[in-house]
């Protein structure tokens, strides 16, 4: 585990994506997709365990309802296409005026997915997007080359607080995906070395 301040390259399209945070960030090489749910669900169960045995009464006076069953384990597993699914059945539309539904490939903005997550009521680790939709280093699903190993944990009232996925360890997809997006590799050749 690396914790160090990180700067967005991209501008924000929402006011959930800061362009200056404090990051925590997680390194598990022999790690399995499943292992990599596991170990947010479990990493998200224990701060909040730790924070209600440390300032119970602070958080108690701030969010009254809140308690350490809304982070009970295990948290749903929801694919973005189940998502996607979700959002037809349930009339949360990508464009409210119009009555459009969401398609397969569209990006579900904040309210949309907030307004999900609220009305499930429970965290969600929302996964398996599509590759055209995610960074190009995140690894492919085995069962779906049109899919990523990528997660975002959605939780009720907040939305997205976790986002993470597996990398690419294919050292010639990795360089094929440098020249689609235009990146000289050399500045990234320890990352690459890695996968040699």
Known sequence: ??????????KSRTRRHLSEYT???AEMPFYTFEDLLNAIEDLVRDVATRVVAMAGDV???LNPSFSLDLVKKPFR???????VQYCR????YKDPEQKIHFEFGDDIPEAPERQMTDE??????????PAEMKSFYMARCAEDDKLTESVDLLMP?????VGGSMRLWDLERLMEG???EGIDPTNYYWYHEQRQ
Do not use: Q, W
């Not at 499930?120 to 997007?129: D, T």
């Not at 009232?157 to 607080?161: D, L, Q, S, T």
């Open 157 to 161: 009232g907040v939305g997205e607080c």
């Open 23 to 25: 990051h925590l960030e």
């Open 77 to 83: 597993r929801m694919t973005y296409g189940e998502a």
């Open 59 to 61: 958080l108690a006076s």
């Open 1 to 10: 585990y690396c914790m160090l301040p990180s700067y967005r390259a991209e």
């Open 178 to 180: 440098y020249r689609r």
């Open 89 to 92: 059945d349930h009339n949360i």
């Open 120 to 129: 499930i009521g429970e965290p969600i680790l929302m996964c398996k997007f």
